[in-house]
């Protein structure tokens, strides 16, 4: 379970205290990537490893990192970096320079204490958040993560997801609105066509009567 499992059970001080080593490295990853780690860590320690996993997961397929590297190492080296990401034309050249450019190794990481652990992992998520924004062409707010993490989705599902969001015009935000039954019925059926669409690529030997009712039987439906 990685470092996670190491963790002592004062997970809402611990949490506390990464935050605060996420504000102070401001200066070093900028505001945007910054309020996003803060975000991330409003997500329970146990969620949010399996959000990590998903992110790395999504994130490998899409190019962004390579098979070798991880979320902890990314925030590592953005919080040694003498560059922020605004200094860059895209967040993915900024993972590039960080990838060349920037040194972590793993002997380091060990050796550091779990709040500066967890602030690092906050970080890299959020990059990886931003990145996989970049290649998908859609604003993904980190509630997305910790929702499809509630719902159970695995990342080929989630990949999907985006996909026929993306082709439908759909926002991430309209699907947490769908979820909390907050849309119009055209907006609704517009959420549900592309959720159906994606269970169509996903389980094409399924009859669609099922996924409709895979669809609407969602958690939180």
């Given at each position: 379970?990685?470092?996670?499992?190491?963790?002592?059970?004062?997970?809402?001080?611990?949490?506390?205290k990464a935050?605060s080593?996420?504000?102070?490295?401001v200066?070093?990853?900028g505001?945007?990537?910054?309020?996003?780690a803060k975000?991330?860590?409003?997500?329970?320690?146990?969620?949010?490893?399996?959000?990590?996993?998903?992110?790395?997961?999504?994130?490998?397929?899409?190019?962004?990192?390579?098979p070798?590297?991880?979320?902890?190492?990314l925030?590592?080296?953005?919080?040694?970096?003498e560059?922020?990401?605004?200094?860059?034309d895209?967040?993915?050249?900024?993972?590039d320079?960080?990838?060349t450019q920037?040194?972590?190794?793993?002997?380091?990481?060990?050796?550091?204490?779990?709040?500066?652990?967890?602030?690092?992992v906050?970080?890299?998520?959020a990059?990886?958040?931003?990145?996989?924004?970049?290649?998908?062409?859609?604003?993904?707010?980190?509630?997305?993560?910790?929702?499809?993490?509630?719902?159970?989705?695995?990342?080929?599902?989630?990949d999907?997801?985006?996909?026929?969001?993306?082709?439908?015009?759909?926002?991430?935000?309209?699907?947490l609105?769908?979820?909390?039954r907050?849309?119009?019925i055209?907006d609704?059926?517009?959420?549900?066509s592309?959720?159906?669409?994606?269970?169509?690529e996903l389980?094409?030997n399924?009859?669609?009567k099922?996924?409709?009712?895979?669809v609407?039987?969602?958690?939180?439906?």
């Amino acid at each position: 379970m990685g470092f996670f499992s190491s963790l002592w059970e004062g997970v809402k001080s611990l949490a506390s205290k990464a935050v605060s080593v996420v504000t102070n490295s401001v200066k070093k990853v900028g505001e945007v990537i910054v309020e996003g780690a803060k975000k991330f860590l409003e997500i329970e320690i146990e969620k949010l490893e399996v959000v990590k996993d998903i992110l790395e997961t999504i994130a490998k397929a899409l190019g962004i990192i390579k098979p070798e590297e991880n979320v902890e190492e990314l925030g590592d080296k953005a919080m040694k970096a003498e560059k922020k990401p605004e200094e860059f034309d895209s967040i993915n050249q900024y993972i590039d320079y960080l990838r060349t450019q920037i040194h972590s190794s793993k002997k380091e990481l060990e050796k550091l204490a779990p709040e500066e652990k967890l602030a690092r992992v906050s970080i890299g998520s959020a990059l990886l958040s931003k990145a996989i924004e970049e290649k998908k062409s859609l604003e993904i707010p980190v509630e997305f993560w910790k929702e499809a993490v509630r719902l159970g989705l695995n990342s080929k599902e989630i990949d999907e997801y985006l996909n026929k969001f993306k082709e439908a015009g759909v926002k991430p935000e309209e699907f947490l609105k769908y979820l909390k039954r907050e849309l119009n019925i055209n907006d609704e059926e517009k959420v549900e066509s592309a959720l159906i669409n994606a269970y169509k690529e996903l389980e094409p030997n399924l009859d669609i009567k099922d996924i409709e009712e895979k669809v609407i039987s969602l958690p939180g439906k």
